[in-house]
Structure formats: C-alpha cells, structure tokens
C-alpha cells in the first residue's frame, strides 16, 4: 500500500525549541523521518515523503508547500495510508498492524488528541488535522458512512513534538533518531516522577 | 488469572494538586480504580486490589502498607497479571492482549519510562518500580532467563498521573473516570499542540 509520510521540510520541530537548536531539529528530524520511511518500506510497503521543502532522502518524495490537512487530501488515493514523520518509536510490527486492520477508515490516535496514522479505504473520507483531530477524524468517518476502527497502538501514539517525548526514544526507539539523541549526548535521566531525557 | 491492581490508597495523585483538590483526587482515583477493575473482570480475569490502605470497592482487596515494589512482589504468584490502578483508558479488548501475549514476563511499557502492567509466568522474577522501571524490568527478565515480550497498546501506556493526561480520558475513555472528569467540569481545549483537559 502507499503510505504517505507528511514531513514538515521548512523549520521542523519548533517545539523542541528548549532542548535543540535549529540545524539539531532539522537533522533528528531527518533521522525519524528515514526510521519512518524504513519501518514502513521493512513491513512491504512504499512510503512517498510528502514534505512542504525539499529534503534529501532515498525515498520518493512529492513537495507541497500547502499546509498538512490540504496537502494529504490532495494526494489522498485510496487505498492509501497516511503516517506521520515524526513517529520515531515505528516498528515494521506496527506499521503491519496499522494497514492490516480492517475499516475504511482506521486511526491510530496520538497522545493529546492528534491523529498520528491512519489508513483510507473510502472515497468520501478526507483529513481535518486541525485541534483534537482524532476526536474529529472519528466523526468524519461516521458522516460519509465509513466502517471505522482504531488501532491501540503506544508505537504509533507517541509522536515526537516536545522535549519530554524525547526520553521515549531513548527507552524504545531501535534507530537513527535514538542514535542521533544518543551521539548529540541525552541519556535518561530518572525524576521523582516520569524519567526524561537529559544532556 | 489473577490480576493484581497496585493503588495507592492514602493521598492518591498527588501529582494531579495542581489542577484537582484533595477529595476530588480520592474520588477521581477510585473512578479509576473501579475502570481498571470492571475492564479486567469483563476480559474474563480476577481483579484483587492491592491497597495501601482499606478502599471501598465491590471487588477483593488486599491491603499492605509497603511501598509498591515489595508490595506487589510480596503477593505475586506466577502466573499472575499486575495492571496499575489508574490506567483510566483501559479495555476488556487491551486486558485480552495483555493477558493473551506469550511470553514468561509480558510488559507493557508506560510513559516515561513506566511499567504500567505486567504478567509473569516465571518465578523468579521480581518487580522494581523506581525509575526507568520498563528497562529495569526488560533487563531483570533476561538476567533470569525469562521469555521476555512487549505489549504495544496506547491504551496500557497512558497512566493518569499529570494534568496533562487527563486530555486522554476525555478523548478517549468510556467509563467512571471520564464521565467523573466531565461532570467536575472539565472538557477538551484546544491549544497551538496537543489538546489539554481544562475547567
């Protein structure tokens, strides 16, 4: 199946902003972007990065300025999966399970509402990644009449958008985003409550 | 299977102060509690709350004063199942795969480096909760030759523990804690990242 890997190509990762500087988010988000692109191509299928820039990847990859919910809808073909770049802790295990779950529209939420993947196989569907989108994404699908189902996923749920996600590489990642944390010197660091990633 | 559920029953989430009061974190806590122990016995299992102090629940309790670690490995016998009190998005469907995974010690990692359910079919395993517990435990399995796997489930990962976590049982939960949480007040904000529970 295609499986469109949305990739913001200009100033990735502005909310890492506390931890990392800007050349430093541009390369991690390389690096999570390729473990991606990897995980998906390992479980047999063919990622196309769908990037607002130019990015240097061996990967196909379709430039759109437009922001994420326009661009995903206009290269929306169903059957067609949509996982996004950021998801650093990917596993082929878990992009299999992803695109081997039934529905015509199936979501895997992320943590604080997002919609970090999600499969299409109804014509009518169309993204809205907009405030709590899975919540959305859910009624969208009820509206044009789709079977929908939900994948209960922690690989897919954590996306890497904030300083406190970082550890969740360290702890589960098998890649090139948690070697790039690794080499650049963060280790996991234990706190009274949830451990972290430090340098 | 017996099915552990460790609850901290004096001053539960403390870590909530900064958005619940005292008693709302008592009954929110219970809520949780009640979910975690109706999802397992709907999966076919025997919930036993193991208490650090007496609860008011229509469900087997053991109480121990001990901290958490020798507390519950002081009442584990293999093969028993060890699901913590406040995974408030808990099903029957993730109590089944936890459960239903093969392996002498199953984990289901947490946030931030948590071990937020188990099932040990080996004996001489033996839980420590501190730190990054998830690695500890991955490391303890191996160091006595357990048959070590991992469940991937959003729905085992995501204790309530922080504010921010309380967005998820909004989003996502279907029992007592969510519909505690609604009528207290709270609802789903959106914000510039992920959505956050507010009141």
């Known amino acids: 199946m295609e499986v469109l890997v949305p990739f913001a190509g200009r100033e990735p990762k502005t909310r890492l902003a ?4 800007p050349d ?18 390992d479980a047999g299928h063919e990622p196309t990065v769908l ?8 990967w196909p990859v379709v430039v759109d300025e437009r922001p994420l919910t326009e661009a995903v809808n206009a290269a929306l073909v169903p059957p ?10 990917l596993t082929p295990a878990a992009v299999r399970r992803l695109v081997g779950t039934d529905g ?10 997002g919609t970090n993947a999600a499969v299409v196989r109804h014509d009518e569907f169309r993204f809205d990644y907009h ?10 699908a009820r509206a044009v009449d789709a079977a ?9 749920a954590v996306d890497v958008d904030e300083a406190r996600d970082l550890v969740e590489v360290l702890l589960h990642g098998t890649g090139r985003a948690k070697r790039w944390l690794t080499d650049a010197g963060f280790a996991v660091e234990t706190t009274e409550g949830r451990v972290v990633a430090r340098r």
């Open 18 to 21: 506390d931890c990392l500087r």
């Open 24 to 41: 430093e988010r541009a390369a991690f988000a390389r690096a999570m972007c390729l473990d991606v692109c990897a995980a998906v191509a």
């Open 51 to 58: 990037s607002t820039a130019p990015i240097d990847v061996d």
């Open 80 to 89: 067609t999966a949509v996982v996004m770049a950021d998801l650093a802790l």
């Open 104 to 113: 015509e529209v199936v979501l895997a939420p992320g943590l604080g509402g």
């Open 131 to 140: 405030g709590a989108s899975v919540r959305d994404h859910r009624d969208r």
């Open 148 to 156: 929908l189902a939900t994948v209960d996923s922690f690989r897919l």
